[in-house]
Nanobody, 120 residues
Framework: VQLVESGGGLVQPGGSLKLSCAAS????????MGWYRQAPGKERELVAA???????VYADSVKGRFTISRDNAQKTVYLQMNSLKPEDTAVYYC???????????????WGQGTQVTVSS
C-alpha cells in the first residue's frame, strides 16, 4: 500500500487548505482512513478519521472547522480545513487502518506527511 499526501502549504490565519491522500495497492473502500498531525515537540495526534461506512470522528480542537471525506472511486481521502489557526501548524499524516473502523493497529500504513503552516 502506498499513500501520497498533497495540499499542504503556508496559509494565513483564518484561511483554508484542502489536503488529499491518494492510496494505491489497496482495496480502499473496505478500510477506514484517518488524518493525524504532529507539531514540533509534540506527539502525533488524531485529527479526523472516517470508516468504510462513512462514520466520522474529529478531535475536539478541529470540530466545526475541519471536514474529512473520502472518494472510493478515486481511492482518495480528503481533509478540508477552514478557519485555520496558528496552532494547527504541523506535519499532517494520512493513515490507512487495517480495519473497516478507525481502530488503530501496529500494522497500519502511513503516508510521508505534508507540512501545514498557519502564519501571518
Amino acid at each position: 500500500v502506498q499513500l501520497v499526501e498533497s495540499g499542504g502549504g503556508l496559509v494565513q490565519p483564518g484561511g483554508s487548505l484542502k489536503l488529499s491522500c491518494a492510496a494505491s495497492g489497496t482495496n480502499f473502500n473496505i478500510y477506514a482512513m484517518g488524518w493525524y498531525r504532529q507539531a514540533p515537540g509534540k506527539e502525533r495526534e488524531l485529527v479526523a478519521a472516517i470508516s468504510s461506512d462513512y462514520s466520522t470522528v474529529y478531535a475536539d480542537s478541529v470540530k466545526g472547522r475541519f471536514t474529512i471525506s473520502r472518494d472510493n472511486a478515486q481511492k482518495t481521502v480528503y481533509l478540508q480545513m477552514n478557519s485555520l489557526k496558528p496552532e494547527d501548524t504541523a506535519v499532517y499524516y494520512c493513515r490507512h487502518y487495517r480495519s473497516s473502523y478507525y481502530r488503530a493497529g501496529d500494522t497500519d500504513y502511513w503516508g510521508q506527511g505534508t507540512q501545514v503552516t498557519v502564519s501571518s
